[in-house]
């Protein structure tokens, strides 16, 4: 199993542009998380999808983040213009189909580090 | 609403017992534990069902208290490798929520 993948691992970029996060979930599962994490609001969750379809996005600062799941293995976080306050890791997360019953672990990708200048 | 842990911090000596406590405003339907190396993603440790269903990890074991909205991990006869930063993610008792809420996490530091 190859785990949950991202990419760029690293992404530096100035004030204004755009950044897009890339994420390809384990195969098989059906929920896509993207979360946030900084040193001071800690691990914050933006969006889930559920079978491809946003579920609850909530958690997303503002209209300059959007995220976008064609299909079952591909999904985008988008930030547009990106802003020095948007520097963070940003981890996609992905777990299995969940039943009614139980909820099921959550495997984090290895994160992309996002710093705007 | 974020869950509450607690101590922030704990530094212990291998071989030693540590506790870490999450507490929180709502009624839950389950607690998750992950811990997180740093410069590495989180990884899941337990699940806690409401009813007392328990996944997770061999050496770690954990408690969920239903009426106090509490959960308590213990760690025992610590190891190097259980350093890191542990977190706990509420669910709440909800059939259509799916998404964790983490606390702000207890930084465990094991020396030799």
């Known amino acids: 199993d190859a785990g949950v993948i991202q990419s760029p691992r690293h992404e530096v970029t100035e004030m204004g542009q755009e950044v897009t996060l890339r994420c390809k979930p384990i195969?098989?599962?059906?929920?896509l998380f993207w979360y946030r994490q900084t040193m001071m609001r800690g691990l914050e969750l933006l969006i889930y999808?559920?079978?491809?379809?946003?579920?609850?996005d909530s958690g997303m600062p503002e209209d300059r983040f959007s995220a976008k799941m064609p299909n079952a293995s591909f999904s985008t976080l988008k930030i547009q213009p990106s802003e020095p306050r948007d520097s963070a890791v940003y981890f996609c997360?992905?777990?299995?189909?969940?039943?009614?019953?139980?909820?099921?672990?959550?495997?984090f990708g290895p994160g992309t580090r996002l710093t705007v200048l | 609403q974020q869950p509450v842990q607690s101590p922030q911090a704990v530094i212990l000596r291998e071989g030693e017992d540590a506790v870490i406590n999450c507490s929180s405003s709502?009624?839950?339907?389950?607690v998750h534990w992950y811990r997180q190396k740093h410069g590495e993603a989180p990884v899941f440790l337990m699940i806690?069902?409401?009813?007392?269903e328990q996944k997770g990890h061999e050496k770690i074991s954990a408690s969920f208290n239903e009426k106090k909205q509490q959960s308590s991990l213990y760690l025992t006869a610590s190891q190097l490798s259980y350093s890191g930063t542990y977190f706990c993610?509420?669910?709440?008792?909800?059939?259509?929520?799916?998404?964790?809420?983490f606390g702000s996490g207890t930084q465990l530091t094991v020396l030799p």
């Open positions: 997360a992905s777990s299995r189909p969940i039943d009614s019953a139980t909820y099921n672990e959550q495997f």
């Open positions: 195969s098989g599962h059906n929920s």
């Open positions: 999808f559920n079978n491809n379809v946003p579920i609850d």
């Open positions: 709502k009624a839950l339907y389950s």
């Open positions: 806690l069902l409401k009813g007392g």
């Open positions: 993610g509420t669910v709440v008792s909800s059939g259509s929520a799916r998404q964790l809420t």
